[in-house]
T-cell receptor, first 115, second 110 residues
Framework: NAGVMQNPRHLVRRRGQEARLRCSPMKGHSHVYWYRQLPEEGLKFMVYLQKENIIDESGMPKERFSAEFPKEGPSILRIQQVVRGDSAAYFC?????????????FGDGTRLSIL | EDQVTQSPEALRLQEGESSSLNCSYTVSGLRGLFWYRQDPGKGPEFLFTLYSAGEEKEKERLKATLTKKESFLHITAPKPEDSATYLCAVQASGTYKYIFGTGTRLKVLA
């Protein structure tokens, strides 16, 4: 099953540490999207990337958060100097091409807990 | 501001008791409306895409419909395995991000 793969599934960090979340898109997909889901809230868009390009990062906090999708390897969402408010489920989605005729397919997420 | 509101927040049905979930939206030009199912501890699983008012899609016991202001997900004769959170999302023209509602938690009792 070549679905969207995210790892780790669960990640625990202490305040001030760095968190790295990985996402491998579905086979043949070259567009990656990151979303964050806080308890009792809907999924919120963070960033949209293609290989080696950030297309839209309008939903990503300006400080401490960064994302990349290198030519080789998975997409990485990096959170520096984590704080309690960063605790959430982070989901990655991928699509084959731009546009709504190819829906975004989601991974099972990384649940980040900050101690 | 683009927005999606889902109702009810939670719904309990007896097995076989049909019902509908609502997704109201305001968006500056609709590119697509999407329904997903999410089980606890899992990611959203794609169900349907709707593009224009009047469009309908069906899959097993589920049927999605779309008007200019809202979408309905009709569940006919549900089974306990249909229990999940159902998410609605819209994509505005000229953008690629999805705007999600907070979902309807459906529980189907045997």
């Amino acid at each position: 099953n070549a679905g969207v793969m995210q790892n780790p599934r669960h990640l625990v960090r202490r305040r001030g540490q760095e968190a790295r979340l990985r996402c491998s898109p579905m086979k043949g997909h070259s567009h990656v999207y990151w979303y964050r889901q806080l308890p009792e809230e809907g999924l919120k868009f963070m960033v949209y990337l293609q290989k080696e390009n950030i297309i839209d990062e309008s939903g990503m906090p300006k400080e401490r958060f960064s994302a990349e999708f290198p030519k080789e390897g998975p997409s990485i969402l990096r959170i520096q100097q984590v704080v309690r408010g960063d605790s959430a489920a982070y989901f990655c989605a991928s699509s084959q091409v731009r546009g709504s005729n190819q829906p975004q397919h989601f991974g099972d997420g990384t649940r980040l807990s900050i101690l | 501001e683009d927005q999606v509101t889902q109702s009810p927040e939670a719904l309990r049905l007896q097995e076989g008791e049909s019902s509908s979930l609502n997704c109201s939206y305001t968006v500056s030009g609709l590119r697509g409306l999407f329904w997903y199912r999410q089980d606890p501890g899992k990611g959203p699983e794609f169900l349907f895409t709707l593009y224009s008012a009047g469009e309908e899609k069906e899959k097993e016991r589920l049927k999605a419909t779309l008007t200019k202001k809202e979408s309905f997900l009709h569940i006919t004769a549900p089974k306990p395995e249909d229990s999940a959170t159902y998410l609605c999302a819209v994509q505005a023209s000229g953008t690629y991000k999805y705007i999600f509602g907070t979902g309807t938690r459906l529980k189907v009792l045997a």
